[in-house]
């Protein structure tokens, strides 16, 4: 069906994100990166920008004037997804939130917690007071806690909007701090969501803190998760991580059949044909001789013994121990490359993080030069991992969506993920008779369920060459098909179509 704006011609879509533009160094480790780039937000946000464009709909995007980090510090370009934008989209479309307090950043979010609040409003300020009223959308696209207060402003003008949750992390702020930041938060306040339940206006206004996140959800006539498990796993009570106050509202959404899981797809230049960061580029069907180049330059270049032939397991994402596990992996590394030495494996870790020391640690008092790396990350290094490895190691607790999991199947480097989130919905026991499947799945968030599923990928190493060969072109012509901006994009303009048909509940 296509999209019918409800003032004739095509819908205007306003997509509001705190942070899009994507360039070579991120992956979330932002003390070390200077970009725009906090997570996969930026990348799912500038793609779906392009993407919404090319299926045919009026798209608007609103984000922080980041001066430095668009244009660098000496004469440096504009960003490469930025310049992407411009190719496609008129300046017209393009609204930069103005503010001092973007300019001369160069992460988009601050370690210090109480500068991340002022952000958030100086950014909420621009779009409520002149970006809302100029652009005049059909529908307004919100993501994360920093645009929380947009759907309360939306909806008290009678604008649908639509709320997507890439994490659960939120702020608490006042009433009279929003005012006092140049919203006037007057005019929507009952559409908020309160620490407690407000008795009037005045004696809320200084002492009773809105929840940004919560208050996006609240207030917005539909939401997402970015991925269907990770939603389910939410109302279900599955982490103990989650509010019970955001919890119960999105389980409010879900009753009210406002709420959805959309799956993120990784940017459409993690391409092994087109990728310029590979030694070998290659498509489905050249895989197995390309990979074999990208691996021994990989190794060459993370200190590896050079071995075409050797399986080699990949850890991309960052080292974080609270979400993606890597104390599951550390725990019984040395035992597995003992285990697992007649088969030369390898193991490659190209990640930043908490946890990286103790990789650093086990490399050296156990001597395993040349089986193990651990290196910074570092993007291009990434990419050429992907190309190179075998496997690529997913053991996280939660995953809201996760992307290298997706990239991993695409570049062929099967992944071995905890069945959680979206690795549960983008990840299938592999059945090599059954012609199905795409990585190696274990059920248990332990050391000895991750040992268990390297041994499944091992065990499906150990096959004939052609066997595996078949398997991974199957896979990766699979993926490439199922994890693309172009399918992710569509189930939004399916969910704004919806939404631009239903009756709205009435402004206050």
């Known amino acids: 069906m296509p999209l019918v704006r409800r003032r004739n011609g095509k819908p205007r879509i306003l997509m509001v994100t705190p942070e899009i533009t994507y360039l070579p160094a991120g992956m979330g480790n932002l003390a070390h990166n200077a970009n725009a780039k906090a997570g996969g937000l930026a990348d799912v946000s500038a793609s779906l920008v392009a993407a919404l464009f ?7 995007v609103a984000l922080p004037h980041y001066r430095r980090m668009f244009h660098m510090d000496v004469g440096r370009l504009i960003s490469d ?29 601050s370690n210090y917690e109480e500068e991340n609040p002022r952000l958030a409003l100086a950014f909420q300020r ?12 059909d529908l307004v696209h919100c993501n994360d806690w920093m645009t929380g207060l947009i759907p309360a402003a939306a909806r008290r003008l009678g604008i649908p909007s639509l709320f997507t ?16 930041a140049g919203i006037d938060a007057a005019e929507f306040w009952p559409s908020l969501y309160f620490n407690r339940m407000p008795r009037n206006y005045e004696e809320t206004r200084g002492g009773n803190p ?18 269907p498990t990770f939603l389910a796993e939410i109302t279900r009570g599955c982490h103990s991580f989650v509010p019970d106050n955001l919890r119960m509202e999105i389980i409010g959404k879900q009753r009210a059949g406002c709420a959805e899981g959309i799956l993120n797809a990784p940017d459409p230049s993690y391409d092994p044909a087109t990728d310029m960061a590979l030694e070998s580029r290659y498509g489905p069907d050249n895989a197995a001789a390309a990979k074999r180049d990208n691996k021994l330059a990989f190794q060459r270049k993370v200190g590896l013994d050079p071995d075409g032939d050797a399986p080699l397991l990949f850890w991309p994402s960052r080292l974080d121990p609270q979400q993606k596990g890597p104390q599951l992996l550390t725990d019984i590394l040395n035992r597995l490359l003992g285990a697992y030495a007649g088969d030369r494996l390898q193991v490659a870790v190209v990640a930043n993080g908490a946890h990286q020391h103790h990789f650093h640690d086990i490399l050296r008092w156990h001597e395993l030069y040349g089986r193990l790396a651990v290196c910074d990350f570092e993007e291009s290094l990434s990419r050429l991992g992907y190309a190179a490895s075998d496997f690529t190691l997913m053991p996280s607790r939660f995953e809201p969506c996760g992307l290298p999991q997706m990239i991993g199947a695409i570049y062929g480097s099967l992944p071995v993920a905890f069945d959680t989130g979206g690795l549960h919905d983008t990840v299938s026991h592999l059945d090599v008779g059954a012609q199905s499947g795409n990585g190696f799945l274990f059920q248990h968030h332990t050391s000895a369920g991750l040992e268990w599923a390297i041994g499944e990928a091992l065990r499906f190493w150990r096959l004939p060459s052609d066997t595996r060969a078949a ?28 939404m631009l048909q239903r009756d709205l509940v009435a402004p206050f």
């Open 165 to 180: 949750l890439h994490n659960i992390h939120t702020q608490d702020v006042t009433l009279a701090r929003i005012e006092d």
């Open 126 to 137: 621009e779009i409520v007071n002149h970006i809302l009223p100029t652009v005049d959308p």
């Open 471 to 498: 398997q991974v072109t199957r896979v990766m012509r699979e993926s490439k098909a199922r994890f693309n901006h172009h399918v992710c994009a569509q189930s939004y303009i399916d969910l704004y179509e919806r």
């Open 210 to 227: 809105v929840d940004m996140l919560v208050s996006g959800v609240f207030a917005a006539h539909f939401i997402n998760t970015v991925s």
């Open 54 to 60: 090319e299926l045919g709909a009026d798209v608007h």
């Open 81 to 109: 997804e930025l310049r992407v934008y411009k190719n496609r989209l008129p300046d017209a479309r393009i609204h930069l939130a103005e503010d001092r307090c973007f300019y001369y950043r160069d992460a988009v979010y």
